[in-house]
C-alpha cells in the first residue's frame, strides 16, 4: 500500500518569508510525528499527533512553528518568518498507534537564503 | 533528558562479515527501541522494533537485542552485502512514542 508522503519534497525560500509542509500518513494511521534532521543537531522531535487529543508540541523550537492536522488525517507544519538556522530535512511519520512501528515519509528539504 | 549514544560512528568491512552495531541510552523508562536504515537524501526505513518487554527481534539477516536495565541494545547483521551500505540510526520511544535519536553509525561494506 501507499506510504508515508510528503510535499514538497525541496523548498528554497528566502528568509522571512513563511513556509508550509505537507504530510499524508499512511491510511488509518492514528499518529502522526513531525522530526527535523539538521547536521548541527541530527534528528529530533517536534510535534506529534494522536487521534483527536490535542498535540504534543514539546519539541516545538519556537512560537515561529506550529502544526496543524485535518480530519485526522493530512497534516501541515508552518514555519513563519524562516530564519537561516531552519534549513534542514524536515521527515514525517505516522503509526497505527502510540506504541507501535513508525514509518517515516521522504522528507521535505528546507533551504532559506 | 534522554541521551542516545551510538557506537561506532562509523565502519567499513569487508563483504562477508557478520557485524555489531550498539546503542546506548541513559533513561531506562522506554517504551520502545527502533532501529532504522538511511540512505543517502533519503527518509528513514524501519528496520526492527523491540518493545520494552522483549529482548529480541529478528528479521532476516538482522537481530536486535535490547537490554533495558543496563540502557543498551545491539543491531547484529550476519553476512554483510554492500547494499547494506548506509547509515543506522538508534532510537528509543519515550511518552506518545516521541523518538529519541542517536546520531547514527555509517556502514560501508566493500565488495
Known amino acids: 500500500g501507499a506510504g508515508v508522503s510528503q510535499s514538497p519534497s525541496n523548498k528554497v525560500t528566502e528568509k522571512g518569508k513563511d513556509v508550509e509542509l505537507r504530510c499524508d500518513p499512511i491510511?488509518?494511521?492514528?499518529?502522526l510525528y513531525w522530526y527535523r534532521q539538521s547536521l548541527g543537531q541530527g534528528l529530533e522531535f517536534l510535534i506529534y499527533f494522536q487521534g483527536n487529543s490535542a498535540p504534543d508540541k514539546s519539541g516545538l523550537p519556537s512560537d515561529r512553528f506550529s502544526a496543524e492536522r485535518t480530519g485526522g488525517s493530512v497534516s501541515t507544519l508552518t514555519i513563519q518568518r524562516t530564519q537561516q538556522e531552519d534549513s534542514a530535512v524536515y521527515l514525517c511519520?505516522?503509526?497505527?498507534?502510540?506504541?507501535?512501528?513508525?514509518?517515516f515519509g521522504p522528507g521535505t528539504r528546507l533551504t532559506v537564503t | 533528558k534522554q541521551e542516545v549514544t551510538q557506537i561506532p560512528a562509523a565502519l567499513s568491512v569487508p563483504e562477508g562479515e557478520n557485524l555489531v552495531l550498539n546503542c546506548s541510552f541513559t533513561?531506562?523508562?522506554?517504551?520502545?527501541l527502533q532501529w532504522f536504515r538511511q540512505d543517502p537524501g533519503k527518509g528513514l526505513t524501519s528496520l526492527l522494533l523491540?518493545?520494552?518487554?522483549?529482548r529480541e527481534q529478528t528479521s532476516g539477516r538482522l537481530n536486535a537485542s535490547l537490554d533495558k536495565s543496563s540502557g543498551r541494545s545491539t543491531l547484529y547483521i550476519a553476512a554483510s552485502q554492500p547494499g547494506d551500505s548506509a547509515t543506522y540510526l538508534c532510537a528509543v520511544g519515550e511518552y506518545g512514542n516521541k523518538l529519541v535519536f542517536g546520531a547514527g553509525t555509517i556502514l560501508r561494506v566493500k565488495s
Open positions: 491510511s488509518g494511521h492514528t499518529a
Open positions: 523491540i518493545q520494552s518487554s522483549q
Open positions: 511519520a505516522s503509526s497505527t498507534g502510540t506504541v507501535y512501528e513508525q514509518y
Open positions: 533513561d531506562s523508562a522506554i517504551y520502545n
